[in-house]
């Protein structure tokens, strides 16, 4: 699978829709309840969301066509010692 041009996003720097960190929404979906059991995050990015709602003990699998944005996900839970699965693979063939 080739996550180009959508990989290209992500070489020089964050891509323009990643704010660094879980999209406020999500953030508060997450502190209202609003996620439970096993969690998707299709279109995940650099995982932002996806870390953010493994971090409240959720299972998570975070998928996204981009290679670099996938290893720029493992690298941050890694680094922030979560545990979520990722994986390449296109949303819009699940």
């Not at 922030?80 to 819009?92: L, N, P, Q, S, T």
């Amino acid at each position: 699978m080739t996550g180009l041009p959508w990989d290209a996003s992500y070489h020089d720097g964050p891509a323009p829709w990643d704010i660094g960190q879980p999209q406020p929404a999500i953030v508060r979906l997450a502190s209202e309840g609003g996620f439970v059991g096993a969690v998707l995050d299709a279109g995940c990015g650099t995982g932002e969301n996806a870390l953010h709602v493994a971090s409240l003990g959720l299972s998570v699998l975070g998928v996204d066509v981009a290679e670099t944005a996938l290893a720029i996900a493992r690298e941050k839970a890694d680094d922030r010692g979560i545990e979520v699965e990722f994986a390449a693979a296109d949303a819009f063939q699940l």
